[in-house]
């Protein structure tokens, strides 16, 4: 089996290259320059581990795993016109440096060639991949649509958020591993619970980033730590919270919530601990995670197929924080 | 062979049901509305011409005939958010009544529908379709760019402008002939000529809006007479008087650019007509109407089988205003 880091240079190899046609420049060339900006690749990794769990990769992996990250790509540029975002990455967002029409059409054209990449699948199973694509595609439009929804709503359910993070972030991590086994000809029953092992994995990866964002170590933690505390955003951490806080604590976090102040970020954190959100975090997180690795138990190969898999997972979840 | 109205309410019943999910309404009720406020469908129509070319209309010419006329809506409610139109078919556009983000996110939806439509195609030829069709998308894309691209610019060339309107409006109508040819089993050879009597319509037709927005009749015309003149809008006409003026009548008109006056548009059209720029209008509408006709003449099929697509080109283009 391939390390994550192999896969991550095998994909690099096979898409560094021009995706998108010379003119006219002015709406091509911003969506190269995104592109090139890469990011850990991580959905097209879970495409060729997919397939290679059960066959040796297939060049078509490579098709539907560049697919798949135009995709990706594409929602990050609408997304960030949506939530008017000035940075992506660490530098302006292609609505910043090109305005907002070319960043539409780019977004567009950019999930035009997704399709151009599938269509270059010669899997008998193509039929099977476009519509898993197709579903995830509506399901993390109807996830960003529930965040937009949520951020108008005063108070938003529990059931509700890991609902919404599930559509917006955990089906694209689920279905990119169950495109690759299609590919690899994984049965019905290996491919659902694989599927569940990245859609559990995906949530437990979006606790904890809600977790770092409030509790993270400045130094290791991307984002500015407490961004999250001081724009009220609905995390699992203040919606567990609003439910859990009493007394005296839930009249000073929604006094909280409606100020500015500077001292916010630690005032709302010192309520957290006291109604004890770290622990009930963490403890969330491992039963997400422990309901993958079950998952990831019942799928019918040998357990040496699977060391790459438990990599990812530990790669994208630190235990030991 | 079938009447285009007959084509019209066949297509209508197939595609008159919900497209879209049940939730969250916030992002798919708009889309509905959008799609039942209808229009010609003549996308759709020249889909099913162009499979009863060469065979009768097999049920993938449907599935085929609702891609392209979802594709054709996701264009037109993106399309509307980047020039800020208020109005679209006579109602208020998509996102003025429910903002950009859902206009944004529904038309990217719209766009999934459509390819989940083609995923429907049974054909063995479906590579071929798929091809065509994001061929076509991305040529779109870029006829949209180049007309944004076109307004920043003083001086716009007449090619460049047909090559952008041939990509804006020209290919779409184009490709559904074809893809729907290719449906119906035709041949390469005959396939070309179909598409380039829709590509060479298409620009007829352009150019006849174009005239028409200048010279039109109120009553009969669906939209404001002169409106192109008066927002200063880079037209075949505008495009060629700035070519063909001289002296006292192009200062005249590089006068008017400038100005926002009651009297502009008839001022305008003046000079127009002392350039015979309204005479030149139609003989180059009929030049590209004679390059589709021959063009339809070489498709090997018998000749009453043409019938109906002669009829469409009639019911587009009026020879007699």
């Known amino acids: ?43 097209p990794v879970l495409c060729l581990l997919g397939n290679e769990l059960f066959d040796e990769i297939h060049s078509d992996a490579y098709h539907l795993a560049a697919a798949v990250e135009l995709f990706h790509n594409f929602t990050l540029v609408h997304d960030d016109i949506m939530d008017k975002a000035p940075l992506r990455r660490g530098k302006p967002t292609v609505h ?17 060639v997704a399709y151009d990449y599938l269509n270059k699948i010669e899997s008998p199973h193509l039929k099977k991949v476009i519509h898993l694509f197709n579903k995830t595609a509506k399901e993390v439009c109807q996830g960003q649509q529930l965040d937009m929804d949520f951020e108008k709503m005063d108070a938003v359910g529990l059931d509700e ?22 590919i690899g000809g ?9 599927y569940e092992f990245g859609r559990n994995l995906g949530i437990a990866f979006q606790i904890q980033d809600d977790y770092l964002d409030a509790f993270g170590d400045p130094s290791k933690f991307g984002k500015q730590v407490g961004g999250d505390v001081q ?38 954190l010192d309520i957290y601990r006291r109604c004890s959100i770290d622990e009930w975090a963490n403890t969330l997180k491992e039963s997400y995670l422990k309901k993958a690795y079950h ?27």
């Open 231 to 268: 724009s009220n955003k609905k995390t699992f951490l203040l919606i567990h919270a609003l439910e859990t806080a009493k007394g005296d604590d839930l009249d000073e976090l929604h006094r909280l919530l409606k100020l500015q102040s500077t001292d916010k970020v630690e005032k709302v």
């Open 1 to 43: 089996m391939s390390s994550i880091e192999s896969l991550q240079i095998s994909f690099e190899s096979y898409f560094n290259h021009r995706h998108f046609p010379l003119v006219p420049e002015t709406l091509y060339n911003p969506l190269e320059d995104f592109l090139s900006n890469s990011g850990k690749r991580i959905r």
């Open 186 to 194: 994984a049965s019905e029953y290996n491919q659902g619970h694989l």
């Open 96 to 112: 910043q440096i090109h305005g907002e029409s070319t960043a539409l059409l780019g977004g567009d054209v950019m999930m035009v």
């Open 161 to 182: 958020y890991i609902h919404m993070i599930q559509l917006k972030t955990s089906v694209l991590l689920a279905a990119s591993l169950q495109l690759g086994s299609i």
């Open 295 to 321: 998952h990831l138990d019942e799928i019918a190969v040998s357990s040496n197929r699977k060391h790459t898999l438990r990599a990812l997972a530990e790669y994208l979840i630190k235990r030991d924080k």
